[in-house]
């Protein structure tokens, strides 16, 4: 088994196939499992960077999708891509939440954005799970119905209580951890498909 500080398998093939991460592979497992994202979609990945899920996803989209890419820190992956907007903010603030409103209404909502992690479970399970709260909020305001959504949350009691949220919003709501996710990460996925509002 690799070291994190090891590239494993995942990491050597982003590299070769030119993806800014290894994370790509999850969304790319969803996405064969799920189809959440289709051609001509216009999609919004919040907490973007490095920019693996966003480049997948152009790829998906094609010509004639959008893609509106949001993190705190910017985007050097995603310049010159066509029809990407990318958008340097936290979204907790109301201006960067009214940028995003503004370009929307989208088809699906993806997220694999962490907290900055402490070292504390407790502290950084709670911090994954306000973030997921606000990007379940950002579905109120720019997701359209029908819409899809995947976010990461990291586990430690506060999951099934957002997978109650996701299905009071979603048709169907799952908690799924994706084979790249490594062994000793406690992250999990929300996944949701056909938003209801």
Request: glycine share 10%.
């Amino acid at each position: 088994m690799a070291r994190r500080d090891q590239p494993d398998r995942y990491a050597k093939q982003a590299r070769r196939e030119g993806y800014a991460a290894r994370s790509v592979y999850k969304l790319e497992e969803l996405q064969h499992r799920f189809t959440l994202i289709r051609p001509g979609m216009r999609v919004l990945d919040v907490g973007a960077a490095p920019g693996s899920w966003s480049q997948l996803t152009t790829k998906i989209v094609g010509n004639r999708g959008r893609l509106v890419a949001v993190d705190l820190a910017d985007l050097p992956e995603l310049d010159g891509v066509p029809n990407v907007e990318t958008i340097c903010g936290d979204i907790s603030d109301s201006g960067v939440v009214e940028r995003i409103v503004g370009l929307g209404p989208y088809d699906a909502v993806i997220s694999d954005a962490a907290p900055r992690t402490s070292g504390n479970r407790g502290l950084d399970t709670a911090r994954s799970a306000a973030i997921v709260e606000q990007v379940l909020w950002l579905c109120e305001q720019a997701l359209a119905r029908r819409g899809n959504l995947v976010a990461k949350l990291f586990q430690g009691g506060e999951e099934q209580r957002l997978l109650q949220e996701v299905r009071r919003r979603f048709s169907v709501g799952r908690l799924i951890k994706p084979k790249a996710s490594r062994d000793e990460s406690f992250e999990v996925f929300l996944v949701a498909t056909d938003y209801e509002g």
